[in-house]
C-alpha cells in the first residue's frame, strides 16, 4: 500500500498549502493535472488562483466579482450578488463551474442566471483558461472555475487535529452584512468539517447624476440612464451550509459531502407601456442542494481507482413582474416559472502507473438529468443523459511537460410530448417543437495536446492545443416563454447542431525572486456558435402580436461561425521588501466570421494595476502585534466596446430615450489594506477595501443593468476573519 500511503500524504501536504486559514494558494495548482501537483509556471495550461490576502478582500456573493481581478476573467453582473465569471469572452453553458470537481448544474442559460454557491465555503478557487473538455467534458469551452471545499483535516497516529475560523463583512453602498463559520475536526482515520454563511445586502446606490427625467416611447435617443442613486429591486438574502465526513485507511479512503444554497434575489427591470416606462421588479427564490460521494481505492501499489457519484437538485421560481417578498402571490400562475432540475453524476476513473513515460488516468462518466415545469412557460419538462469516455496523460520529462488526451462523449436530449409540454408543442400555442424534432442526439469525439518547455529556472515555453463541445441546452432547443433575463420573449430552435471549438494558446513565462511575467496569445475558433437574435416582432408574455400593450420583444436562437481572438499579459514585481505592483493586461475580439460583424457580449479591453506597500509590524492599545501589513492603491480603466446589434442581449437600448447597450471608456480606482493579529494565539485577519474610490459613474459592457442604471458608487468593505 505505499501508493496509497504516498497519495494520502501528498493530499495532506496539499491540504497544508491550500487551507484558507493558512496561506498562499499561488504555488500550488490541482485541477490542471489528475496526475500530480504542479506550480502554475510549469503546466502548459493558463492556471491562476487566488492567494490567501486576495480571497479575503475580494470574497463575495458574486463569483465573478471575486474573479475578475485574474486576468482574462470578466464579471457579466446583474447588482451586487449577481455575477457570472466570463472566460476569454465565454461564460454560462461555455464555461463550466465545479464544485469539488462535480458540475454545477445552475441553470446558467441566463444573462442573470448567477453560480447557486457561496465562494466563502470555498477554501480554494482556481481558473483554468481555455478549452477544457477532454478533463471536464461538455461546457467548458472557455475554461473552468474550479472551487474546492476545506480538507478533512487527517491527523497523525494518536493525535487529533481541528481548525476552524469565524469571519464577517460590511459593506457601507447597499448596507450588506455576512457572518460565516467554517471548521473541521479529525483523527488519523476519522474526520468532519462544516460550515455555514449567511448574507444580506439592501438596494445599492449608484453614483448621483443627470437622469433622463420621465421620458416616454418615441422620444429621441438618450445615453442617460434612467435610474440613478438608490437603484430599487435589488436587495438580495442568501444562505448557504456545507458538511463532509471522511474515512482513511490503507486501503485509501471514502468521503461524503453534503451542501445547500439558497437564494433570494431581486432584479429591477423596466416595462414600456404607451404613457412611459415603468420600474418593476423580478424576483426569484432560488435552492441547490449537492449531496457527493468519493473515494479512493488502491488496487495495488501502482494502479488506484476513483469512483464518484453526485447528485444535485436545482429549483428556480421567478415571478416576472413581483420581488421576491410578494411573489407567492403569483404562484400557481402562467406568471410564475418554478422550474425544478435532478441531476445524477457517476465517474468511474482508473489511474494508471507509467507505460513508458506517461502515467495517466483513463475514465468512464455518466450523467442523468431531469428538468421538470412546475407552472409557467419558458422551457419544457425533459430529459437528458450523457455517456463519456476518455483518457488523458502526461510525462514530465527533464524540461518538457506533455500532456495529451482524447475524449468521446454521447448526449441526448428529448421533450416530451405530453399534456404538461402542451404549450410548447401544440401547433395553436408556440409550436416550438413537434415529433420530428423534440429528441436529438449528439456524438463527438475531441482531443487535446499541450506542451511547457523550461528553457531554465527562469523561463518557460508553454503551448496548448484543444477542441471543445457544447450539446445546445433544452433552453436554447425548446423554449417559448418569457425571460425576465433580458427582457424579452424567447423562442427555441430544435434544429441546432452541436458548438464545436479548436482552441489553441502560446504563452511566455518569466519568473525570478523579486518577479513574475506571463505573456499569453490565444484563439478559439467556434462552430455553431449559438447566440439570440431579435426576431423584429413585438409580442405579448403568450407570444402573440395585435396586443396594443405587446411590448416584448421576440428573440429567437440562431447559429453562426465565430472566432475570439485574445492577449493576456500579467507583470507581478517586488521593487523591496516594502513596495511592489502587480499589472494584468486583457486584449479581446470577437467575430461572427460568417456574417462579417462582431460577437455579443465580448468583453471591453482593461488594464489593472496595483501598487502595494508593505507596512512595518506595529502594536496596538492592548500590545497586540499587527503584522503582514500592506496597502494597495488599484486602478481599473477599461475601454469602450460598441454593441454587436440586433443580436447583442439588450442592444434595444441604443435607440431609447435613456441608457445604453454600447458604454464608454471609464476607470475605477480602489484602496485597500490587509493586515493579521495574534490574539492568544489565535489569528484575527482584517481587510478594508474601498471600492470606486472616487464614486465615479460608468456602466459597464457585461452589466446587464446598463440600459437604464449605472454601476454601484463608493463602496466601503470591512472583512474579518478570526481562526479558533
Known amino acids: 500500500m505505499k501508493h496509497t500511503k504516498l497519495r494520502l500524504a501528498v493530499l495532506a501536504a496539499l491540504a497544508a498549502h491550500t487551507s484558507v486559514y493558512a496561506a498562499d494558494l499561488s504555488a500550488i495548482v490541482i485541477s490542471a493535472s489528475p496526475i500530480h501537483p504542479h506550480q502554475a509556471f510549469e503546466v502548459p495550461t493558463q492556471v491562476d488562483s487566488l492567494t490567501a490576502p486576495e480571497k479575503l478582500t475580494q470574497d463575495n456573493a458574486s463569483l465573478g466579482a471575486m474573479l475578475e481581478s485574474i486576468p482574462g476573467i470578466n464579471n457579466q453582473s446583474t447588482g451586487a450578488a449577481i455575477g457570472k465569471p466570463v472566460i476569454r469572452g465565454l461564460t454560462g453553458d461555455r464555461t463550466k463551474v465545479l464544485s469539488n470537481g462535480a458540475a454545477l448544474d445552475y441553470q446558467a442559460y441566463g444573462e442573470r442566471h448567477a453560480p447557486t454557491l457561496d465562494p466563502y465555503l470555498y477554501d480554494q478557487v482556481e481558473v483554468i483558461r481555455g478549452a477544457q473538455g477532454v478533463l471536464y467534458g461538455g461546457e467548458a469551452i472557455g475554461g473552468v472555475v474550479s472551487l474546492t471545499s476545506p480538507n478533512i483535516p487527517y491527523a497523525a497516529p494518536g493525535q487529533t487535529n481541528q481548525q476552524g475560523e469565524l469571519a464577517t463583512e460590511l459593506q457601507s453602498n447597499n448596507q450588506a452584512w455576512m457572518a460565516g463559520v467554517k471548521a473541521g475536526i479529525a483523527s488519523e482515520k476519522l474526520g468532519l468539517t462544516f460550515g455555514l454563511v449567511k448574507r444580506e445586502g439592501d438596494n445599492f446606490r449608484s453614483p448621483n447624476t443627470s437622469d433622463a427625467g420621465e421620458p416616454i416611447p418615441g422620444d429621441a435617443a438618450s445615453s442617460k440612464p434612467l435610474v440613478t442613486g438608490e437603484t430599487p429591486f435589488t436587495n438580495y438574502e442568501n444562505q448557504a451550509a456545507q458538511v463532509a465526513m471522511g474515512y482513511q485507511a490503507d486501503w485509501g479512503k471514502v468521503e461524503a459531502r453534503y451542501s445547500q444554497w439558497q437564494g433570494k434575489q431581486n432584479f429591477l427591470l423596466v416595462h414600456e407601456e404607451l404613457a412611459g416606462f415603468v420600474l418593476e421588479g423580478s424576483g426569484q427564490k432560488m435552492q441547490h442542494d449537492e449531496l457527493q460521494l468519493t473515494a479512493e481505492v488502491a488496487l495495488n501499489q501502482a494502479w488506484l481507482l476513483k469512483p464518484s457519484w453526485t447528485r444535485t437538485y436545482n429549483t428556480r421560481e421567478e415571478s416576472h413582474d413581483e420581488p421576491f417578498e410578494t411573489m407567492a402571490q403569483d404562484k400557481g400562475t402562467e406568471h410564475y416559472l418554478d422550474l425544478r432540475v435532478q441531476r445524477d453524476d457517476v465517474k468511474l476513473a482508473l489511474m494508471h502507473p507509467k507505460f513508458g513515460p506517461f502515467e495517466g488516468e483513463i475514465g468512464v462518466e455518466l450523467m442523468d438529468k431531469t428538468q421538470t415545469l412546475k407552472s409557467g412557460h419558458l422551457a419544457p419538462s425533459a430529459k437528458e443523459t450523457r455517456q463519456a469516455v476518455y483518457l488523458f496523460e502526461e510525462a514530465d520529462y527533464e524540461r518538457w511537460l506533455v500532456q495529451w488526451g482524447a475524449r468521446y462523449d454521447l448526449h441526448k436530449i428529448k421533450a416530451g410530448l405530453g399534456a404538461e409540454n402542451e404549450h410548447f408543442w401544440n401547433p395553436a400555442e408556440m409550436g416550438i417543437y413537434d415529433a420530428t424534432n423534440n429528441e436529438r442526439e449528439f456524438g463527438v469525439l475531441t482531443g487535446a495536446l499541450g506542451a511547457s518547455y523550461r528553457l531554465n529556472d527562469q523561463w518557460t515555453l508553454a503551448a496548448n492545443f484543444g477542441q471543445g463541445f457544447r450539446a445546445p441546452s433544452v433552453f436554447e432547443l425548446f423554449a417559448g416563454g418569457t425571460h425576465s433575463g433580458v427582457d424579452a420573449f424567447q423562442r427555441g430552435n430544435p434544429d441546432l447542431k452541436a458548438e464545436t471549438s479548436l482552441s489553441a494558446d502560446m504563452s511566455i513565462r518569466w519568473q525570478t525572486e523579486q518577479s513574475a511575467m506571463n505573456i499569453t496569445l490565444y484563439q478559439n475558433s467556434i462552430d455553431n456558435y449559438i447566440y439570440l437574435e431579435r426576431t423584429g416582432r413585438l409580442v405579448d408574455e403568450e407570444g402573440q402580436t395585435g396586443n396594443p400593450e405587446s411590448m416584448l420583444d421576440e428573440m429567437q436562437a440562431e447559429q453562426t461561425n465565430g472566432v475570439i481572438q485574445g492577449l493576456e499579459w500579467q507583470l507581478s514585481h517586488s521593487f523591496n521588501q516594502a513596495w511592489s505592483l502587480d499589472t494584468a493586461l486583457e486584449v479581446i475580439t470577437g467575430r461572427d466570421t460568417a456574417n462579417n460583424r462582431d460577437l455579443p457580449l465580448i468583453p471591453a479591453n482593461n488594464v ?71 490574539i492568544d494565539k489565535r489569528q484575527l485577519d482584517l481587510a478594508l477595501q474601498i471600492d470606486n474610490l472616487f464614486d465615479t459613474a460608468y456602466r459597464d459592457f457585461l452589466d446587464t443593468y446598463k440600459g437604464y442604471a449605472q454601476g454601484m458608487g463608493r463602496n466601503v468593505k470591512l472583512t474579518a476573519h478570526l481562526a479558533f
Not at 629 to 656: C, H, I, P, W
Open 608 to 678: 489593472k494595476l496595483n501598487l502595494h506597500y508593505a507596512l512595518a509590524p506595529m502594536a496596538n492599545l492592548h500590545n497586540q502585534r499587527l503584522h503582514n501589513q500592506r496597502l494597495s492603491l488599484g486602478l481599473k480603466a477599461v475601454a469602450e466596446r460598441k454593441s454587436a446589434g440586433d443580436y447583442e442581449a439588450f442592444s434595444q437600448y441604443d435607440d431609447m430615450p435613456f441608457g445604453t447597450a454600447s458604454t464608454q471608456a471609464y476607470q475605477l480606482w480602489s484602496l485597500a489594506y490587509h493586515g493579521e493579529m495574534q
